[in-house]
């Protein structure tokens, strides 16, 4: 068994990738169309993907019922900062570091709404 990939509407799919591409510097991997849907994939070092659907239509999608998506990066204080700075993205936690875990982490809101959460793995 395995997560492949977890998918979700999108009305600009310009400004998701200039975010999760160009801001969290996640790989875009794929595209096809089905049915009069795109289906744009990203993806990171891992074989996990988020697919963005979008089909041109104002369908104005609402997160309903995504907490949020995870992405591991390398310095959440600087990506926190330039996601404010350049994608228009609200801190909605964070930055804080969590010392049993080891990890400092930070949540922030992509184009349409959905809150993605910043995972940085500290050296020991």
């Known amino acids: 068994m395995d997560v492949l990939h977890a998918a979700i509407w999108v009305d600009d799919i310009e400004s998701q990738l200039d975010f999760y591409c160009d801001g969290l510097g996640l ?3 794929r595209e096809f169309a089905l049915d009069g849907v795109t289906n744009t994939y990203v993806a990171g070092e891992g074989d996990a993907e988020i697919q963005f659907k ?3 239509t104002e369908r104005n999608p609402e ?3 995504i907490d949020h998506l995870a992405v591991g990066i390398d310095d959440v204080d600087g990506t926190v900062d330039d ?3 350049n994608y228009g993205s609200d801190v909605v ?3 804080r570091t969590v010392e049993d875990k080891n990890i ?3 949540f922030v ?3 349409e709404g959905y809150v993605v959460e910043l995972i940085e793995t500290l050296e020991e």
């Open 27 to 29: 790989e875009r991997t």
């Open 54 to 56: 979008h089909d041109g």
């Open 63 to 65: 997160p309903a019922g």
């Open 83 to 85: 996601l404010v700075e």
């Open 93 to 95: 936690e964070g930055p």
């Open 104 to 106: 400092r982490l930070a």
């Open 109 to 111: 809101t992509a184009p």
